[in-house]
């Protein structure tokens, strides 16, 4: 595994039935980068979430993670990632603790390794003291900086999010946002965060437009808005996810 | 390849939550002793005059109706107990927490057999309260069978769960779980020998009986009667570890991101 080369995804085509959900999509994500995957509702990001994370399978194209073909060896590349998923994963029932003492045995971790770990992972997200609740007890916010905890326990090198403020208030939100941008920036992560909303997006990021399944803009933020033409963020994902006439019209 | 370590590590947490979860459901427990003996106090109480059940294997003598039935109702539990592991896994997908399972760095078909194998064991021992009960009511068996029929109890409640798992792959909405309830659960109890030998079945009926010797339910019961009684019951114990194969390699098959049924329906 070689994390030099980055997270490749190249000509991915992926369909429900007859309905296309990723046309040829050729996306690179550069280690160490936080990448926006800014898209409206339908756009495919999901569908691509779950390619990356293995769940789906490609009926076209391949991906790489860090030099690893997924299709070749999922093991090896799910071993380096950390998911958080659109919809929420964790056991209510379960404390706070046993939630992440779960996801540490799925990753092969016990004992006292496993202890450490979690310590660390949920004193990092502020979540030490809220170690014994069960999670029905914790608001949205909380239950997000727990998975994101629980996606860390393994000390991956990719970090994959699908819309994970859904549902969250503003401040908690922000406080999200600015979370993963540090873990990103203090650890190297390499962190693809899908989006729909224009400011979850920093101007130091990559940022690829994904709309009706096909990449439209990819690329740092600067050069985005320069390609199209934009003097931020919106005016560039509205410019490129504009319905074309005939469909504006119907 | 991963080391041993990790595959072990894996399941004993799959088997930690699962227990936990159990222990959460309380009324899920209390179910699942109540089930079996509302059966065994009321309608094998109620049967016991009207049905005369003849020396047969693995019996020496005659027995009451309730020792009759007995093996069938612990086959029950575990039934019960495969389609509940089968209504949470479709919830857990439709929920999403399946996901977190899915995208363990193991072979799919490891954690499939984790999670089987975490179901078996919740499903013994509501079967072992279920006799403790039993033996305090009415039921005499032999004190040995108690620990003989354990590894029976291993395999019948691994094939059940793996048919519940199977169920769980095709099921697509929590909704068409009550459909299972009609269609899955009560025709393979009744249409076994869990409540009455197939003897009587065939002189009633020989569609039945057929039907009877085809349902694989049949064949855990008669396993776990005659190990209860200490005898082995080969041709039984073969037709249950196959049924096991055959459900557990369709329930992988279901769950494969490339073949299966979850996948064609785009989930998860």
Known sequence: ?250 | MRPAGIYLTCMIGVLWREMLRFLHQRERFIAALVRPLIWLLIFAAGFRSILGVSIQPPYATYVTYETYVMPGLIAMIQLFNGMQSSLAMVYDREMGSMRILLTAPLPRWYLLASKLTAGTVVSVIQVYAFLIVAELVLVDLPPLGYLAVLPVLLLTGLMLGALGMLLSSTIRQLENFAGIMNFVIFPMFFLSSALYPLWRMQESSDLIYRICIANPFTYAVESLRFALYLEAAPVSLGVVAGSLIVFFGMAVWGYDPRKGLVHRRGQG
């Open chain 1, 1 to 250: 595994m070689d994390e030099a080369q980055g997270i490749k995804i190249v000509d991915v085509r992926y369909a429900f039935g007859p309905k296309p959900a990723l046309v040829d999509v050729t996306v690179a994500l550069r280690t160490g980068h936080f990448t926006a995957l800014l898209g409206p509702n339908g756009a495919g990001k999901t569908t691509l979430v779950s390619l990356l994370s293995a769940l789906f399978v490609p009926q076209g194209g391949r991906i790489s993670i860090f030099g690893v073909d997924l299709a070749r060896d999922p093991l090896s590349a799910l071993s380096v990632m950390g998911i958080v998923f659109q919809q929420q994963t964790l056991d209510l029932d379960l404390s706070v603790r046993q939630n992440m003492a779960y996801f540490a045995a799925l990753h092969g971790l016990a004992g006292r390794q496993a202890g450490q770990r979690i310590d660390a992972c949920l004193a990092r997200l502020g979540l030490a003291a809220r170690q014994a609740e069960k999670v029905r007890t914790l608001n949205g916010g909380h239950r997000r900086r727990l998975e994101i905890a629980r996606a860390l326990l393994h000390e991956p090198r990719f970090l994959l999010l699908d819309e994970p403020t859904v549902g969250l208030d503003i401040p908690a939100r922000a406080d999200l946002v600015a979370h993963v941008h540090a873990l990103c920036r203090d650890d190297g992560l390499t962190v693809l965060w899908a989006t729909h909303l224009v400011d979850e997006v920093a101007p130091e990021d990559d940022l690829v437009v994904l709309h009706q399944g096909a990449v439209r803009a990819q690329g740092a933020v600067a050069d985005v808005l320069a390609a199209c033409g934009a003097r931020d963020v919106l005016g560039a994902f509205q410019n490129l996810t504009a319905p074309a006439p005939a469909e504006a019209v119907s």
